[in-house]
């Protein structure tokens, strides 16, 4: 387990890029104010994954925020179009921002929620703290497989 000060640091930096990804980034799937879902076809590769993270989800959000993080870089490969390069400084930080929108989006997906408690979701602060440590460990285990390939 990390130490206090690197787990407080951990927290400090996902709270800031929760920040950042609340005041820019890709606009979420509009719901549909009648019908009380999402007003737009949600993509059959986005549904696959949002299946695989509610499967996740009922392991631990740790789980569902690493199977959001895996199958987004897949996805990500296939749709490179996704990424908002326009509003980040670089690849990694629009990656983050349509991770925070597919976030919403899912929320929106399995429990019908609003985009603004699905943001409310997004915002607090043990779900930053956790989606600090899920991309962490993603970024650990992206590493040991280069490690690995080399």
Same mark, same amino acid.
């Given at each position: ?21 609340r ?10 104010e ?6 737009e076809?949600?993509? +059959? ?15 631990s959000?740790?789980d ?6 895996? +199958? ?22 629009a990656a ?25 979701w997004?915002s607090?602060?043990q ?10 460990t ?6 040991s497989q ?5």
């Open positions: 387990m990390a130490s206090l000060n690197k787990q407080q640091k951990r927290a400090k930096r996902a709270k800031a890029k929760a920040k950042q990804i005041m820019v980034g890709r606009k979420p799937l509009d719901q549909d009648d019908l009380g879902h999402l007003a076809p949600i993509p +059959e590769y986005t549904l696959a994954m949002f299946s695989k993270m509610r499967d996740a989800e009922a392991v959000r740790n569902m925020l690493l199977t959001l993080l895996r +199958e987004l870089a897949f996805i990500i490969i296939d749709h490179p179009d996704l990424l908002d390069m326009e509003n980040a400084d670089n690849e990694g930080m983050t921002h349509l991770a925070a929108d597919m976030l919403i989006d899912y929320r929106m997906w399995a429990d019908g929620m609003t985009i603004e408690a699905a943001q409310a997004l607090e602060p779900f930053i703290t956790d989606f600090g440590i899920a991309l962490d993603y970024a650990k285990s992206v590493e280069e490690d690995k390939s080399e």
